[in-house]
């Protein structure tokens, strides 16, 4: 690793700072290794530009934020949370002596809710800008206003916000153009050069599965290029990366009966991971594996295309593909779809190889298909996502008329108005006029339940349950509900696919199936999967406090990270229902009154079983199946809610609950 003072960023550092000075905005372009991220704050904080406020820097990401405070704390020789600090949901790491804070993008727009100028910060860096989230865009609209808010509310020079928005892309002409024609500037990043190969288009025609071809460039690299530095694979997603870990692991077995060639140890690296099994692509080798002579594979989604350095890569084998979320407005279904990268992608993944070393990036798609069917940057998630939440904190925000809100990118009117129309009939929000349009001139306001639901970081129907939850007598039964759906992937599949065949001498990996299932029936219910959540918190609760929560996971089967997050979450929620008022009152052993809230609050993805057993949600009129997944898949209850829909070979109801027809009646009187 380059000593920080070798990071091509200190050789821009007083050009950088002489524009820092003089301009409102700033972009910055910064390739992969160039420094921005940890040292444009540093130069900043020395040079006391901004010395009037906090220094502050956005990522889309929480363990971007986390890791990124973390080492600059040691850097500057800091306790974290003094100097440095951060802010991710439900944690806070920083204390009023902070002058540098890393936060995700949520949290700083959850600041503006009260307080819209931002006055607490001097200078706002919005990093990772070309990823384009969904709340980036949202925030870009919100910091261009409150740097213009405070111009004309005549503030002192050393109160006007700075803005710095970076980069790691060349397609920065938008961010300039949005902010005022704001002078664009340029640091070389990486520290050393990437070699590029691309398949032939002869061999691109060859019907080939892109997981399949992707373990073959794997083995190939591995043979042509013994003992000489590790390889990062880019994939999608958490099932493909188990499925290739399991793939290497026996390959490696017949590796290393070849004459001359190591054995490969791979490693995973997705989000739904737990922090210590995360760690492993990150630790530097230990005497044993460097004994062996083990060549390390690390198969991630595109979490590392901007995390911290992973040690020791000099090989890039990148798929081209990446799973994005979708959503179609007049149906009201999400899915996900495996979509070629983007060329702005494609390149900072083959920066990847080049931070430690010379490297070498292999590209599993052919030139002449890069050129015609990769489109230059990633498209916006904002024009392709569910808005309700969106369009609810921006109406908390005080932006009445969302529709004519200063996008850096407008999204489909369609999206925005779905989501006004939905957040309508939940009575979050009113028009300010009566002219019964959604979307007037004049725009929409929070109604008193909306102002209680904007007070939660949730999607709003999740908020709801807490409300009914209260009225009802059932709060803290909905807020065990609520926290497990907030997290993903509380099953540790992985676990059940290797770790059983140890500890029960099972010899097929069915038999290590059934062990799982058998352990996951005590958290089913007839009713439906939400209450088999809510049995699944009061177990891990009961059960914590006799054995660790690692233990209890680890018994059951269960992710403890998701675990650990799930009870954070809901430690911070009890805190706010505890501000409101709301007392922590539960149900018990019955479950009627914990169903009936969630029909109260779900009760616009509701789906009735119609001619031909089919079910037909009531939103969209769209023809939906219960998940396979799901308690009630195959049963057929004549009415269900479900959490959300996800469209793969059809579409389907996931997180469903049974609801009784008399509800429908009394609810919709």
Known sequence: MPHSSQLPIFSAKDELLKYFSK????????????GKTTRIPEFLYEAGIGSSGCILCTQPRRVAAITVATFMAGELQTKLGELVGYSVRFEDVTSQHTKIKYATDGIILREAMSDPLLKRYSVIIIDEAHERSLQTDILLGVVKKAQQKRKSFGY?????????????????????????????LYVHGRLHPVT????????AKVEQDYLWRTMVAVVQVHRANPNDGDILVFLTGEEEIESAVRTLREVSKSLQNELNCNGLQAVPLYSALSPEAQMLAFRQKDKRELDKGLRRVVLSTNIAETSVTIPNIKYVVDSGKVKQKCFNPKTGVEYLQV???????????????????PGECYYLFSKEKFDKEFKETTEAEILKSNLESVVLLMISLGISNVLEFDFIERPPNDSVKAALKLLVE?????????????????????????????KFPLRPEYALTLVFGNEDGCLDDMLSIV?????????NRRAAQQAVHSRFNLESEEGEATEAVKCWSKFKHGSGDLIGLLLMFRYVNQNEKKMSLQKVCWENFLNPKSIKQAMLIRAQLAKICLSLGWKLTSSGSGFEKVRLCLYKAFRQRLALLGGEKKYYNSAGHVQVDIHPSSVLHKKLPSAVIYNELVQTTKTYMRGVSIVNEDWIVDVHQ
């Open 426 to 454: 939940l009575e979050a929000i009113c028009e300010k006029t009566s002219d019964g349009k959604i979307g007037s001139d004049i725009g929409f306001q929070l109604t008193k339940l909306g102002k209680v639901i904007s």
């Open 23 to 34: 301009s409102p905005t700033c972009v910055v372009i910064g390739e992969t290794a160039s």
């Open 483 to 491: 926290s497990m759906l907030s997290v993903e992937n509380l099953f």
């Open 156 to 184: 002192s020079s050393s109160m006007v916000l700075k803005v710095i928005v970076m980069s790691a892309t060349l397609s920065v002409d938008l961010f300039s153009s949005y902010f005022d024609e704001a002078p664009i």
């Open 339 to 357: 979509n070629n990268e983007s060329k702005a992608q494609a390149k900072q993944r083959s920066g990847r190889a080049g931070r430690l070393g």
């Open 196 to 203: 590029t190969y691309n398949i032939s288009e002869e061999e």
